[in-house]
């Protein structure tokens, strides 16, 4: 199953920012029962957020991001079938939509004019769609039910008669979870490490080459760590203030930021080098896992503004101190060779080392290039990254029963 990780980028016409901005927060509102933007009836689709990006050079941008099953043209149909009106009432407050009256054709063509798809991105829990996503957390809630009450009634000894009567009792009330169903398939994940072995054996092949350029790299990149002007100003405390009130969610969080790049053209083929290999990487991790870090549902870098910027964007589990130092402490080295390249971050050697270990600056300048989500959707705000590979991993038991002590293993899992 295809799953797909874009945005939508359009500037706001400076006259209406203020009108279009009171419209998000009165989505935001109501969201879960706003009839404008009704995202909850959009199957297809993980997490969505709509988020202004204020500046003053480029203006101010509306990006509105998507994470969804299928393509992205098969979404905005989708989308334009239950939210045409909305979108059409938001984008008339953004530069270059053209018609006070609504015309489906010219908004969809807009849109597509300002599909970006990202340099980078990661799914934490490939290959699992929405439906699938609800369904299998369902099945665990059925599950544990069913299995309190066994225990209640005293009657089953053994960890393998606990694991056949509840199997017995999927089938009746949960059949489809006794068919197996990958995260990815076989095929699609053999190509994912074709592609990363490739390159790996051009690089061996070519290293008389590749070995000269590869000195060569980090000598220039040393030169530029060295002369890097860095200067970071004082957070402003409301803006401190204002996102941590909007960061309340218990289960999982939103977080967007944008930055400048370096401006060097060398830093620029850099953090495109860095983000090409974080995509290589980031698709053949397909168990909840990037670099250690098992708290991201969505993830996505890109390259905006001919270069200029570096857009992030992601829904993670748990709160945002938590989600940095978690950041710090496991995945410290991929952070760092890709912010190392954007202005003000903190001070590193040969692209991974130092940088975001410096927690004080590195949080610091986290919170100056971030900004607040004006409107943000989930379809599972309670579920994390690794409850929902849990729940894979009890259906998978049910569908080739364990044997042995793996059993005791499947049953710890509810």
Same mark, same amino acid.
């Given at each position: 199953m295809k799953q797909s990780i874009f945005t939508f980028i359009a500037k706001v016409n400076p006259q209406r920012e203020a009108e279009?901005?009171?419209?998000?927060a009165q989505i935001r509102s109501n969201l879960a029962r706003d009839p404008d933007l009704p995202f909850a009836s959009l199957p297809m689709?993980?997490?969505?957020?709509?988020?202004?990006?204020?500046?003053?050079?480029?203006?101010?941008?509306?990006?509105?991001?998507?994470?969804?099953?299928?393509?992205?043209?098969?979404?905005?149909?989708?989308?334009?079938?239950?939210?045409?009106?909305?979108?059409?009432?938001?984008?008339g407050m953004c530069l270059e939509y053209a018609g006070e009256d609504y015309d489906r054709a010219k908004l969809r063509s807009f849109l597509l004019?300002?599909?970006?798809?990202?340099? !980078?991105?990661?799914?934490?829990?490939? %290959?699992?769609?929405?439906?699938?996503? #609800? &369904? /299998?957390?369902?099945?665990? =809630?059925?599950?544990?039910?069913?299995?309190?009450?066994?225990?209640?009634?005293?009657?089953?000894?053994?960890?393998?008669?606990?694991?056949? !009567?509840?199997?017995?009792?999927?089938? %009746?009330?949960?059949?489809?979870?006794? #068919? &197996? /169903?990958?995260?990815?398939? =076989?095929?699609?994940?053999?190509?994912?490490?074709a592609l990363l072995g490739a390159l790996a054996f051009a690089l061996f092949v070519l290293w008389p080459v590749a070995g000269p350029l590869l000195l060569l790299f980090v000598i220039?990149?040393?030169?530029?760590?060295?002369?890097d002007k860095i200067d970071i100003p004082p957070s402003d405390?409301?803006?401190?203030?204002?996102?941590?009130?909007?960061?309340?969610?218990?289960?999982?969080?939103?977080?967007?930021?944008?930055?400048?790049?370096?401006?060097?053209?060398?830093?620029?083929?850099s953090i495109r080098l860095v983000l090409f290999l974080t995509k290589l990487i980031g698709r053949v991790s397909i168990y909840g896992k990037l670099s250690g870090l098992n708290s991201l549902h969505f993830a996505h870098w890109v390259v905006i503004d001919n270069?200029?910027?570096?857009?992030?964007?992601?829904?993670?589990?748990?709160?945002?101190?938590?989600?940095?130092?978690?950041?710090?402490?496991?995945?410290?080295?991929?952070?760092?060779?890709?912010?190392?390249n954007t202005l003000n971050f903190p001070r590193t050697h040969f692209l991974v080392l130092g940088g975001a270990r410096d927690e004080r600056k590195f949080k610091a300048i986290a919170r100056q290039t971030q900004v607040l989500t004006d409107v943000w959707y989930s379809a599972y705000p309670n579920l994390t990254v690794p409850t929902i590979d849990n729940n894979s991993a009890i259906r998978d038991g049910l569908a080739t029963p364990p044997g042995g002590d793996a059993v005791e293993t499947w049953l710890q899992r509810l």
């Open positions: 279009l901005k009171a419209y998000l689709l993980h997490f969505s957020s709509l988020v202004l990006f204020p500046d003053h050079t480029y203006g101010t941008y509306l990006v509105f991001e998507n994470n969804v099953d299928g393509t992205p043209q098969a979404y905005l149909d989708a989308l334009l079938d239950v939210a045409a009106p909305a979108l059409h009432r938001i984008y004019e300002r599909l970006t798809l990202p340099d !980078a991105g990661y799914i934490g829990n490939v %290959g699992r769609s929405v439906q699938r996503t #609800k &369904a /299998e957390a369902e099945l665990r =809630r059925g599950l544990e039910t069913q299995l309190d009450t066994l225990v209640k009634g005293g009657a089953i000894a053994s960890p393998q008669e606990y694991y056949t !009567a509840l199997r017995d009792f999927a089938r %009746g009330s949960f059949g489809w979870a006794l #068919k &197996a /169903e990958r995260r990815i398939g =076989r095929l699609d994940l053999l190509m994912r490490w220039v990149l040393r030169l530029h760590e060295i002369s405390p409301a803006h401190v203030l204002a996102l941590a009130a909007n960061e309340d969610n218990i289960v999982q969080n939103h977080m967007a930021s944008l930055c400048y790049v370096t401006p060097s053209r060398f830093r620029l083929f270069g200029r910027r570096l857009l992030f964007l992601t829904n993670y589990d748990g709160s945002w101190e938590n989600y940095l130092d978690d950041f710090i402490d496991k995945a410290a080295i991929g952070l760092t060779a890709i912010w190392s």
